[in-house]
Structures are given as C-alpha cells and as structure tokens.
C-alpha cells in the first residue's frame, strides 16, 4: 500500500488562507481545505484544532522562539526598539510576503469568528513581553511597569497594523516602528520604574 505523501503544515495554511479569500472565512469549511490541500479530514486535525487555529500557525513555538531571542538582544538597545523587533519577525512578515501577510492579519484582525481565538494569544504574546520589560526594569513581572509595557506593545503594534490594513500603499516596517517610536517618547517609562522600586519602602501597606 502507497505511503501518503508527507504535506508541510506551511502548505496547508497557504491553501487555506487562499480559500479564505477566495470564499470567505465562515464558507470555507475543513473539508474544503483538507481536499484543497490533498489530505485527509482527520490528517487536517493533526495539524491544526480546529479551523480557527490555523491562520495562528505553531503560536506557541512562536512564543518559545520570540521569548528566547528576548532574552538574546544585548541591554544597550532601547526597549520599545527591540520589542518592534519582535513583532515583524513574530509575525512572519518577510517569509509570508506582503500580500499574503495582509490577507492573514486582515483576516485575523477583521473576522468576528477569531476574535477570541486572537484575543487569547494576545494575552500569551503580552506575557512574553512583559518578562523582558521585566528583566529590563529590574522588577516583578506582575509590577504595573511590566504590565504597562506589554500592553502599550500591544497597542503599538495593533495601530500599525491598522494602518496598514486601511492603506495598501503604506509600509508595514515603517509603521511599526514609527508606532514603536512614538510609544518610546512616552517619558521614561523604563528609568521611571527602576527609580521607583529603588526609592519604593520595604512595605509600603498601612
């Protein structure tokens, strides 16, 4: 009996994303792209939960890579330079291309039926964040100057995109960074940390 041929999990997102925009998120269904993409219904659960989970990729080795190269980028680079950093290369844009790219965060993004599943992710993505701004403040994770960091990250990145999404001929590049530059202006937040749990009582409750 012929072995079925091995299909990367890469080739059945890219059909399924070529699907999405072809019929649309909710008419697509995982019998759709399992034909399209020459597999079998159950092959297409090994790759992925369910249909939602598929524009996300392999999130959480995403998440290991991007935590690990975190804790890689020398302390000399502003925070908010390297968090910007982080985003394009979390989120594929060179190996999608431009125009793929935009259809996956479009679709992402824009579609009520993954909203929550981003929603989910984002928390994890700005978990990850936050213990390198912790690490670079010098402070507790769940301190408000970590917490704070992540989800101005968060904010940066989502006006970026957004953006980019309502202007096909803007840059994505240059729109995360300038995102990234405006939130580095925001006055000091970094320094301000550190100097407070420097200046912060030993027990502060009364």
């Known amino acids: 009996m012929k072995k079925p041929q091995q299909v990367p999990i890469e080739a059945v997102e890219k059909v399924a994303l070529e699907l999405f925009e072809e019929r649309g998120f909710r008419e697509t269904s995982v019998d759709d792209i399992a034909a399209a993409a020459g597999i079998a219904r ?9 249909k939602n989970n598929i524009l996300f990729g392999d999130f959480e080795t995403l998440l290991r890579n991007l935590d690990e190269w975190f804790t890689s980028v020398p302390d000399d680079r502003p925070m908010f330079e390297v968090i910007a950093d982080g985003v394009l290369w979390f989120n594929r844009v060179h190996s999608d291309g431009p125009v793929a790219h935009r259809a996956r965060m479009k679709l992402i993004l824009q579609t009520p039926a993954l909203r929550a599943n981003a929603a989910l992710r984002h928390a994890d993505w700005q978990a990850v964040v936050a213990r390198f701004a912790a690490r670079r ?13 992540a989800h101005i990250a968060l904010g940066a990145a989502n006006a970026a995109y957004d953006q980019w999404l309502r202007d096909e001929s803007s840059n994505l590049v240059e729109l995360v960074y300038r995102a990234f530059s405006m939130a580095q202006m925001l006055p000091g937040l970094e320094e301000s940390v550190r100097n407070s749990r420097r200046m912060r009582p030993a027990d502060t409750r009364t």
């Not at 159950?42 to 369910?50: D, L, M, P, Q, V």
């Not at 403040?137 to 960091?149: I, K, R």
């Open 42 to 50: 159950r092959t297409f659960f090994r790759y992925f939960e369910s």
């Open 137 to 149: 403040m010098d402070a507790p994770v769940e301190d408000l100057g970590p917490q704070l960091a």
